[in-house]
């Protein structure tokens, strides 16, 4: 039982202790594509203003990347919030055992590659293909085609899920081009490496949560049988694709690489099959589809190859989804979820579709299921399967609806809630739209404070790493990058700005002050809701932002 200790210098917050996770809510510099500081916000502004606050580190090293160049995430971010500790997280795992050559050493890169060397058959791989480096990375890719010819193997296909989300939104063809040319070094007499069909990542493959089963099918269709409409290169598709359209890379429909009329990658019997992104969320259902029984009832699937299948990391580390992973993810303990259950304190998580996983399954360390099913209540608010510009306030003001249920009812301890809006919003580049989306969340934040300071309780008001804060791109001086018609050139990524911490208290705030530091992240959340409902915080923990 991992039990938390009465603190000596008891804060004791008699109401919920209520953190609020403002998804993509970072803090930058004053700019035209900063849609946080250009919405009308008088709640957050009132809050800066009137509450004591620090900024959060979201992204890099502080929670557990390889460098500081790299951006946070969501998964990443709540896993630090939920644990207080900082773990080393799936780019830094991936790219370790590949330099060290420990992915190559076991068991399932060797069950796979020897099933293709020894039966003549194909090894394919599907996956997010940039160098974004928050699902995947296009550098883990090339490092195991490259071994899967020096090991014998003679085929090797790709299926590209184009990303223009986590990097530029119309840089496809910037990886496309240097991959193509990677393959033709590699491609001789005894080698053929080529890319085989292809999409944009929020049209088919990646879907999460079981939101929208449609892009697995889509997927499915396109990488395993080989059906929809087909060009001559990846180039071509994406060229005549965004002529057509107008698309952005995540948005482009699928495609099909075919030779004389046939398709060149379909996935058939006795083939090899490795899903390369490393983050687990848009991963497990294409890995479900892949290795479920005839009871599977998500869509036809029409044929079902016969396939040694295997994920880069086990994504589902409860319910062992894939059965075979190339790299064991980290071992993520002594979260405060289990500490809080174990201590037999009330808690209560909720967001929509979207979000709803990061504050249970990430937050409780890449866990399913609850600690303890009678002093812990989880909600999930259905998302829309719209794009979420259209409906840019999503599901806010029911999530609020729930929460201020929740602190009313008495009922619960501590709180937690994930508004999707300025992260899901932003990342459709849309400007206007992500200025509404923080609206519309200022607006049920507003509501949702009203009912903590009547409970008598304290919010902790925060984000998981920025993303609405820059929407648009920027050269090294700072100046708004042009598309060819002179409007500003969307970002759609996150950001490496920090986020905001807010404790907003009406009623304990001279039991305690919150500390000078400008090294703090998103790990040092956990001890500091524990101290104020009058605990230490585990020792493991990085330490609290308040003191008594």
Not at 56 to 66: C, D, F, K
Not at 187 to 210: H, L, P, Q
Request: charged letters at 20%; aromatic letters at 8%.
């Amino acid at each position: 039982m991992a039990k938390l200790n009465k603190s000596a210098q008891n804060i004791g917050v008699t109401g919920p202790v209520v953190t609020i996770v403002m998804d993509g809510i970072g803090i930058a510099p004053d700019g035209p594509g900063n849609a946080v500081k250009n919405a009308y916000t008088p709640t957050l502004d009132m809050l800066m203003e009137k509450y004591p606050w620090v900024k959060l580190r979201a992204h890099g090293t502080a929670v557990g990347l390889m460098s500081d160049d790299d951006m946070g995430n969501s998964e990443v971010g709540h896993n630090a919030l939920g644990s207080g500790q900082v773990f080393a997280q799936g780019a830094k795992l991936v790219t370790e055992s590949i330099e060290t050559g420990r992915m190559f050493e076991g068991e399932t890169w060797k069950t796979l590659a020897g099933n293709c060397v020894a039966n003549g058959t194909t090894l394919h791989f599907i996956g997010l293909f940039s160098d974004g480096n928050v699902h995947s990375h296009i550098n883990h890719l090339k490092a195991m085609v490259e071994k899967a010819k020096a090991e014998g193997v003679k085929n090797v296909r790709v299926h590209i899920l184009l990303d223009g989300r986590d990097v530029g939104e119309t840089s496809a063809l910037e990886y496309v081009e240097p991959f193509e040319a990677f393959l033709a070094s590699l491609n001789d007499d005894a080698f053929t490496a080529k890319i085989a069909s292809g999409g944009g990542r929020m049209n088919i493959t990646m879907d999460r949560y079981e939101a929208n089963w449609k892009m697995v099918e889509n997927g499915w269709h396109t990488h395993v049988l080989g059906e929809g409409r087909q060009f001559a290169s990846a180039k071509e598709a994406i060229e005549t694709y965004r002529a057509e359209t107008g698309a952005i890379d995540q948005d482009l429909p699928a495609f099909v690489i075919a030779e004389n009329g046939a398709p060149v990658g379909t996935i058939e019997d006795g083939d090899s099959v490795i899903f390369y992104n490393f983050r687990g969320d848009r991963a497990i259902e294409i890995s479900k589809t892949f290795e479920a029984g005839a009871d599977f009832d998500k869509f036809d699937r029409v044929r079902v190859p016969n396939v040694i299948y295997a994920g880069m990391l086990e994504y589902d580390g409860d319910l062992h989804i894939p059965s075979r992973y190339l790299v064991a993810p980290p071992a993520i303990t002594n979260t405060m979820g289990e500490y809080l259950a174990d201590t037999g304190i009330t808690q209560y998580a909720i967001s929509e579709t979207q979000k709803y996983g990061h504050v249970t399954y990430f937050w409780n360390g890449n866990k399913s299921g609850k600690f303890d099913e009678n002093t812990e209540t989880y909600q999930e608010i259905p998302s829309d399967v719209v794009p979420f510009e259209q409906r840019p306030w999503m599901q806010c003001a029911y999530i609020a609806d729930q929460v201020i249920a929740a602190i009313e009812s008495g009922k619960y301890q501590v709180i937690r809630c994930n508004f999707p809006n300025g992260d899901m919003v932003g990342h459709t580049g849309n400007y206007a739209a992500t200025v509404i989306s923080v609206e519309a969340l200022d607006v049920q934040l507003a509501r949702i404070l009203k009912a903590v300071d009547a409970a008598k309780g304290v919010a902790v008001i925060t984000a998981d790493h920025g993303n609405a804060d820059e929407m648009y791109e920027t050269d090294k001086k700072g100046k708004v990058k042009t598309n060819a018609d002179g409007s500003p050139k969307a970002k759609t990524s996150h950001t490496l700005s920090p986020v905001p911490c807010i404790i907003y208290d009406n009623h304990y705030a001279d039991k305690y002050t919150m500390k000078d530091g400008t090294n703090f992240g998103l790990a040092n959340v956990a001890a500091t809701t524990v101290n104020l409902l009058g605990y230490d915080a585990p020792e493991m923990w990085c330490e609290s932002l308040i003191k008594a």
